[in-house]
């Protein structure tokens, strides 16, 4: 597949050098949308880890760290790179500046636009899944899953036909878990069975939630059970289980980074093969093609 096709995968989505405020205010929203992101704090890490992931999303904060100019060098290197180059760039500032943004949009390679961050919380939202979606950052999947096997500090157990059941969750998202379970207790889940108080911990954070058993199975003596949450979930279970689904994809991707070498590129210089006029470029969309004043107004 090209690697510009939309995928039914869906796509990783990073962000990079954005604010604490950005933080806190509006990635809980998008992981309310079921984006699967990752947050990296600095330009500096950020090639190593998208080398991993070519076919990802990864929006850019001009306004710290290094002034636009260099911010222009920054991703035009990422074109010279065969690794890089499939990169589905987007770039976001909180400041009105048009010659910025007009020389970034018609100089260099921006699939996901120019995001203004000056604007309310709800519309900004709204602006980035309505760019996510056209860039086919969800795919054909619903949810966001996160392995979890490996956490000590994960565990449920659920009480059925008055037997309490120890379950090892393997894999857990806002729709449901995979869990394992000793083969003795295989009888007990049946089918659309509905379990009213599966007791989930994460961590330090414990939810309570009903389920229903889509699919059992028993194989070398271990049960494997997929239990679906019913939408009678309460929204603060929800939030504790998308949390920790992003607890985890996060820590994974600064496993990566833990021993990475740092980008010591110098951006002030211009890539080779860069061509585009002088950076701070004055353009009056006026006289532009409505089409191209149309984009860049957006």
């Known amino acids: 597949m090209n690697l510009h096709e939309n995928s039914d995968f869906g796509r990783k989505v990073f962000f990079v050098d954005f604010s604490e405020a950005f933080k806190t205010d509006i990635v809980p929203a998008l992981l309310e949308n079921e984006i699967e992101l990752y947050v990296i704090d600095s330009y500096k890490k950020a090639k190593n880890i998208l080398r991993l992931y070519p076919d990802s999303i990864c929006f850019i904060c001009i306004d710290r760290d290094l002034p636009p100019e260099n911010w222009f060098n920054f991703i035009m290197s990422f074109e010279q790179d065969p690794m890089l180059s499939t990169i589905f760039f987007g770039i976001a500032s909180e400041r ?31 602006n980035l899944m309505r760019i996510l979606d056209l860039n086919g950052a969800k795919g054909k999947r619903k949810f966001v899953r996160a392995d979890c096997e490996d956490d000590i500090l994960v565990s449920a157990d659920c009480t059925i036909d008055g037997a309490r059941i120890p379950l090892k969750i393997t894999n857990i998202s806002s729709a449901g878990v995979s869990c394992l379970a000793e083969e003795k207790f295989t009888s007990f889940f049946k089918t659309n069975l509905l379990i009213r108080d599966l007791h989930i911990s994460l961590r330090s954070k414990k939810i309570q939630v009903p389920a229903i058993v889509m699919h059992s199975s028993l194989k070398d003596k271990v049960l494997t059970v997929l239990l679906l949450f019913t939408r009678g979930i309460p929204i603060s279970a929800q939030i504790i289980v998308r949390e920790y689904v992003q607890h985890c994809l996060q820590k994974e991707i600064n496993d990566q980074l833990a021993d990475a070498p740092p980008d010591k590129s110098n951006y002030a210089k211009r890539t080779e093969g860069d061509n585009s006029d002088a950076f701070l470029i004055s353009i009056d969309t006026a006289e532009l093609s409505n089409d191209e004043g149309e984009y860049l107004t957006k």
Do not use: C, Q, R
């Open 96 to 126: 009105n500046d048009e010659g910025v943004k007009n020389h970034f949009l018609l100089n260099a390679t921006i699939p996901a636009g120019f995001i203004s961050l000056n604007i309310d919380d709800d519309t900004l939202v709204d």
